[in-house]
């Protein structure tokens, strides 16, 4: 058995590598390619386990054609990919992988945990601030405390904050 598929393969090879390179080399340009295809035809072929009577050189240029269009259906996609990567770039938004967004949670963690350390009275003074964008001067009215006091109040978050940064690992 093993002996008779090797007679196939060289048989196979015989018969049709010089036809198969001509045919891939005059579509593909490149040597190197045309060699794997033509290899690829004849894997499909050897793998196959129908048995081609009728019109054989047809059925097997038909795989060699079918392997020319898988292989420009990949390369369209792949070029579809890199140029919507490329739109990605223009607009100046880079890509997420894990590791940043893995980062991100443990930052966005880290925040939470120290946010809830301050002071209740800092700690809405610095969300009202900085998270929900209230002015200075519309804290101090809502709460009934001076502007001079929500800045203090927002600088010593700020400064809370800092200090966590600089002590983290």
């Known amino acids: 058995m093993q002996t008779e598929q090797v007679s196939d393969q060289v048989q196979f090879n015989r018969r049709w590598r010089p036809a198969l390179m001509s045919f891939f080399l005059r579509r593909v340009r490149d040597h190197a390619e045309a060699e794997d295809l033509t290899q690829e035809v004849f894997a499909r072929l050897l793998?196959?386990?129908e048995t081609i009577t009728t019109s054989p050189d047809a059925y097997v240029f038909q795989v060699a054609a079918n392997l020319l269009t898988d292989r420009a259906r990949r390369a369209r996609v792949r070029a579809d990919y890199r140029e919507s990567l490329g739109q990605v770039d223009d607009l100046g938004v880079e890509p997420?992988?894990?590791?940043?967004i893995a980062v991100g949670r443990a930052a966005?963690?880290?925040?939470t945990r120290s946010l809830d350390e301050l002071p209740?009275?800092?700690r809405i003074i610095?969300?009202?601030?900085?998270?929900?964008?209230?002015?200075q001067g519309?804290?101090?009215d809502a709460l009934g405390i001076t502007s001079s006091a929500v800045k203090k109040h927002v600088a010593k978050a700020m400064a809370f904050f800092m200090a966590r940064l600089r002590d983290a690992p």
């Open 47 to 49: 793998g196959s386990s």
């Open 96 to 100: 997420l992988d894990p590791h940043r």
């Open 108 to 111: 966005m963690e880290s925040f």
């Open 120 to 122: 209740e009275r800092t």
């Open 126 to 135: 610095f969300v009202l601030y900085r998270i929900e964008q209230m002015g």
């Open 138 to 140: 519309e804290i101090a």
